[in-house]
Nanobody, 113 residues
Framework: QVQLVESGGGLVQAGGSLRLSCTGS????????LGWYRQAPGKQRELVAV???????NYADSVKARFTVSRDNAKNTVYLQMNSLKPEDTAGYYC???????WGQGTQVTVSS
């Protein structure tokens, strides 16, 4: 049973953009608060952005003004728009539904210099 499905990762040059999507399915009829996390090789998983059920957002300092988290409740989907990407943004990106505790399978983002 797939609960959270992520998509949108890929390879992009520095300065480019990507949009990640996280869609709830199965038991997740509606996504409440959701966090986007990332984990680079050899590093701990870190919280990148959070959006509440009411649309309030918060960001890690490292991505402020470059990343935007948003949601489309009709599509049960949360997005992470990533602009001005840097090589240090390279990581596996994971969405995490904060109330039920579900994790997505992850999507790889690679930023070349």
């Amino acid at each position: 049973q797939v609960q959270l499905v992520e998509s949108g990762g890929g390879l992009v040059q520095a300065g480019g953009s990507l949009r990640l999507s996280c869609t709830g399915s199965g038991r997740i009829e509606s996504i409440n608060a959701l966090g986007w996390y990332r984990q680079a090789p050899g590093k701990q998983r870190e919280l990148v952005a959070v959006i509440t059920s009411g649309g309030t957002t918060n960001y890690a300092d490292s991505v402020k003004a470059r990343f935007t988290v948003s949601r489309d409740n009709a599509k049960n989907t949360v997005y992470l728009q990533m602009n001005s990407l840097k090589p240090e943004d390279t990581a596996g990106y994971y969405c995490h539904e904060l109330s039920a505790g579900y994790w997505g399978q992850g999507t790889q983002v690679t930023v070349s210099s």
